[in-house]
């Protein structure tokens, strides 16, 4: 992520942050159980809301994040370890994890496919995945809006894709979608699953 980008996150996040994505972070990371991976934490803006657990693993590849996500996880209520890691590598043996977190984070990696296989990889059966997401309309003329837009989208804003079919994604990779919730004329999307091992 460009380090001017990440440098102004939080400054450009801001208003629907207080809008409403607060409000959304808060009720679904209150159902964050166990030991907790959180993907892409960024600037760290989810630390607070982690009220029920113990400990948190926090992995952001990205050092201007990093750097300031620092006094967020010093503030918050659960123990936070922050990593340097991809989320297409993660470092950890699988079955680790009660639950795998994910929040504004899947637009941007560069293999959301093989991000989702390593969240299920990580995860225990029957492990709890949370997600926050933007992701691709199911209106055809919108969708198509957000792929010619992608490009540039892509460069203004570290990366990140305005049009991936994140739902199907977690279906492909081992989840089972427990419920979906749909914001802003469902172009952003709130997402429970299951991790489901083949036996």
């Given at each position: 992520?460009?380090?001017?980008?990440?440098?102004?996150?939080?400054?450009?996040?801001?208003?629907?942050?207080?809008?409403r994505f607060?409000?959304?972070?808060?009720?679904?990371?209150?159902?964050?159980?166990?030991?907790?991976?959180?993907?892409?934490?960024?600037?760290?803006?989810?630390?607070?809301?982690?009220?029920?657990?113990?400990?948190?693993?926090?992995?952001?590849?990205?050092?201007?994040?990093?750097?300031?996500?620092?006094?967020?996880?010093?503030?918050?209520?659960?123990?936070?370890?922050?990593?340097?890691?991809?989320?297409?590598?993660?470092?950890?043996?699988?079955?680790?994890?009660?639950?795998?977190?994910?929040?504004?984070?899947?637009?941007?990696?560069?293999?959301?496919?093989?991000?989702?296989?390593?969240?299920?990889?990580?995860?225990?059966?029957?492990?709890?995945?949370?997600?926050?997401?933007?992701?691709?309309?199911?209106?055809?003329?919108?969708?198509?809006?957000?792929?010619?837009?992608?490009?540039?989208?892509?460069?203004?804003?570290?990366?990140?894709?305005?049009?991936?079919?994140?739902?199907t994604l977690?279906?492909?990779?081992?989840?089972?979608?427990?419920?979906?919730?749909?914001?802003?004329?469902?172009?952003?999307?709130?997402?429970?699953?299951?991790?489901?091992?083949?036996?």
């Amino acid at each position: 992520m460009g380090d001017l980008f990440a440098k102004w996150y939080d400054s450009l996040m801001g208003p629907l942050e207080k809008r409403r994505f607060q409000a959304v972070r808060k009720k679904l990371l209150g159902k964050a159980e166990g030991k907790v991976l959180e993907i892409g934490s960024g600037t760290g803006i989810n630390f607070k809301h982690y009220n029920r657990v113990v400990e948190v693993t926090a992995a952001e590849p990205d050092p201007v994040m990093r750097e300031q996500s620092r006094l967020r996880m010093q503030e918050a209520p659960a123990k936070v370890t922050l990593i340097d890691s991809p989320a297409e590598q993660l470092p950890f043996a699988d079955h680790t994890f009660d639950t795998v977190v994910a929040t504004l984070v899947l637009c941007t990696v560069k293999d959301p496919a093989l991000a989702l296989q390593e969240l299920h990889r990580v995860c225990k059966p029957e492990g709890r995945l949370l997600l926050f997401e933007h992701v691709r309309h199911d209106n055809p003329l919108l969708s198509s809006v957000q792929t010619m837009l992608t490009p540039l989208w892509k460069k203004l804003c570290g990366g990140c894709h305005l049009n991936r079919d994140t739902l199907t994604l977690v279906e492909q990779h081992g989840f089972h979608v427990v419920s979906t919730e749909q914001f802003y004329n469902r172009i952003f999307v709130v997402v429970e699953a299951v991790s489901i091992k083949r036996r």
